[in-house]
């Protein structure tokens, strides 16, 4: 398919656990944006990555999660040491970069932290 | 401090009628707005975006008109179809690119 990509799209681990969620962007898109959807919530920004420059790690809640992205195209964002307040939709995003505005989301992995 | 509200968490509307959709913000840095529609178990999906330069964009049957002095947005959808029951969700760009999302608006269009 021609869409982002996301795995695993379920996840159940156990509190102090590390964990690595993948996201494969469209291809071409410079840009790939990580959001999380707790219960209830809207989507909440934490990093995002444009082209070769250095991500905006702004939204990332505490320094057990990190991102990187390889090549310019997939993605993993690691949590480690999970929390069971960690428990949430994990959505990826893409665009195309270049000022344009639309993102286009993955269909996201469901965290369950016991 | 939430900057993007979407103060109806709910709406129900019969088929054939119009929707309207709400959204207030308080950053008057926002370069653009979205909207997205999302079913259970999926990504959220592109609807439309307005320029915060533009005050109405059209794309079918949805509309989304965007008054700046009050800092506020809406979506319209006419007619509304029974297909368009989702969440949708308002967002707003902080430049250069982070999306700030309301909480979202469920609407059910019943026959």
């Known amino acids: 398919g021609a869409g982002v990509s996301q795995s695993p799209s379920n996840k159940v681990t156990e509190k102090g656990k590390d964990v690595e969620l993948r996201c494969d962007p469209i291809?071409?898109?410079?840009?790939l944006y990580w959001y999380r959807q707790s219960l209830g919530q809207g989507l909440e920004f934490l990093i995002y990555f444009q082209g070769n420059s250095a991500p905006d790690k702004s939204g990332l809640p505490s320094d057990r999660f990190s991102a990187e992205r390889t090549g310019g195209s997939v993605s993993t964002l690691t949590i480690q040491r999970t929390q069971q307040e960690d428990s949430a939709v994990y959505l990826c995003?893409?665009?195309?970069?270049?000022?344009?505005?639309?993102?286009?989301f993955g269909p996201g992995t469901r965290l369950l932290v016991l | 401090d939430q900057q993007v509200k979407q103060n109806s968490p709910s709406l129900s509307v019969q088929e054939g009628r119009i929707s309207i959709l709400n959204c207030d913000y308080t950053n008057s840095m926002f370069d653009y707005f979205l909207w997205y529609k999302k079913y259970p178990a999926e990504g959220p999906t592109f609807l439309i975006s307005?320029?915060?330069?533009?005050d109405k964009n059209e794309d079918g049957r949805f509309t989304v008109f965007l008054n700046k002095s009050a800092k506020h947005l809406s979506l319209h959808i006419v007619p509304s179809q029974p297909g368009d029951s989702a969440v949708y969700f308002c967002?707003?760009?902080?430049?250069?690119?982070?999306?700030?999302f309301g909480t979202g608006t469920r609407l059910q269009v019943f026959p």
């Open positions: 967002a707003a760009r902080s430049p250069p690119d982070k999306l700030i």
């Open positions: 307005i320029s915060s330069i533009k």
């Open positions: 995003a893409s665009s195309l970069g270049g000022g344009l505005p639309t993102q286009y």
């Open positions: 291809s071409g898109h410079t840009a």
